[in-house]
């Protein structure tokens, strides 16, 4: 029986959005944070000093190959997602790999796959999810206080907050626009707080109409705006819209809410910024309609401590490898279904095989 290690050895590579790995693993038990890789040398010199951190690399295959790390986040371009995740694995490391989990399904499957052969844990950063407010939202679904849940919406939008970097707008480095940058955690959201149901068929729309605007020098092949509707096999139906850019009434906000038959759940944040009142509980009481506010739920912790805990006790992630599939899978139907302006139904596109490369779709 082997031992469980008293601390794992993190590592993140890319610290432009790796800032929020580096203090989760500083702040989580049982694991040091070892070292820090950006091809930037001035950057990650100055986040070593920072933070105490003794081995820094600026080439994300030497701190994989340094034998200085057990686990490490992978916060890089998309289309690097797949091909590090494997190069880690081969090397004998765990991965926490930046959302979306890969550019397509064919690239997530093939990765699941690869940490199964290893042996190590794959987990996908879907840290909203943890946020206490969702939590707090997901045991008021599961306690049936909001009875059967029918219908969930959300929305991101943004009125200007199109990237300015190839990474994110060319299709050959991201893999989509708006709706994989932002809509993957909105959906991952969802499916999370309705238990991951199993998704019948799906209907979207993706634009493109800011960036002659927004992103003048630059080439911009990625949707700006989407919306999508998704029908569950048990009956629930799921609504999003999307967008880096619109002509919207406030300059950046976000909306959860779900609909069931004993009472309904709202969340609403401007900006990032929650507060004391940003989950609302809606339900009849002795016939008068009430609305309740969540306030202070306890702290759930990051998914950077729920995998250091993971690896060291040998159990499976919250996060897990299969919930970065379905979302993969999902986005690649609603691109599927915007490029051809029908309807995708989900068992035909994926059920039973290995997608080909044509249906690994991405926006035209």
């Known amino acids: 029986m082997s031992q469980t290690p008293d601390f794992v050895r993190a590592g993140v590579i890319g610290l432009n959005f790796g800032k929020a790995h580096v203090n ?23 986040a070593a000093r920072e933070f105490g951190v003794e081995h820094t690399f ?24 797949a091909p590090l995740t494997h190069l880690a694995l081969e090397n004998g490391l765990h991965v926490l790999v930046e ?142 819209e999307i967008s880096w850019a619109s002509h919207h009434d406030v300059d950046e906000n976000r909306l959860i809410q779900l609909y069931g038959t004993e009472g309904g759940a709202r969340r609403y944040l401007v900006g990032y910024q929650g507060g004391p009142q940003d989950l609302a509980i809606f339900r009849r009481r002795h016939g008068a309609l009430t609305e309740e506010h969540v306030t202070s739920p306890p702290d759930m912790g990051t ?9 060291r006790t040998g159990r499976d992630p919250l996060v897990r490898p299969e919930h970065g599939l379905v979302t993969m899978q999902i986005l690649d139907a609603l691109y599927e279904s915007s490029r051809t302006g029908r309807e995708v139904l989900f068992d035909e596109m994926f059920r039973g095989k290995l997608p080909t490369e044509k249906h690994a779709a991405t926006p035209a």
């Open 58 to 81: 600026t080439s994300a295959e030497e701190l994989i190959k340094s034998g200085t790390v057990d686990l490490v986040s992978l916060c890089v371009p998309n289309v690097l997602h």
């Open 99 to 240: 959302k979306p989990m890969a550019m397509n399904t064919v690239e997530a499957q093939r990765m699941i796959a690869a940490a199964e052969r290893a042996g190590r844990r794959l987990a996908i950063h879907f840290n909203h999810r943890m946020n206490s407010y969702v939590q707090a939202m997901r045991r008021y679904v599961e306690s049936g206080d909001l009875g059967d849940i029918y219908f969930a919406r959300t929305y991101w939008h943004r009125r200007r907050g199109i990237p300015n970097r190839p990474g994110f707008i060319s299709k050959l480095q991201s893999g989509g626009g708006a709706m994989i940058d932002l809509g993957v955690h909105q959906l991952d959201q969802l499916l999370f707080l309705l238990g991951h149901p199993e998704i019948q068929s799906l209907s979207a729309q993706v634009y493109t109409k800011f960036d002659k605007l927004d992103v003048p020098a630059m080439t911009m092949d990625v949707d700006d705006f989407s919306v999508a509707f998704v029908r569950c096999a048990n009956g629930v139906t799921m609504e999003m």
């Open 24 to 46: 989760s693993y500083l702040a989580s038990p049982n694991c040091r944070l070892t070292a820090l890789c950006d091809i930037n040398k001035p950057l990650v010199d100055a």
């Open 303 to 311: 998914v950077q401590s729920d995998l250091v805990d993971a690896i």
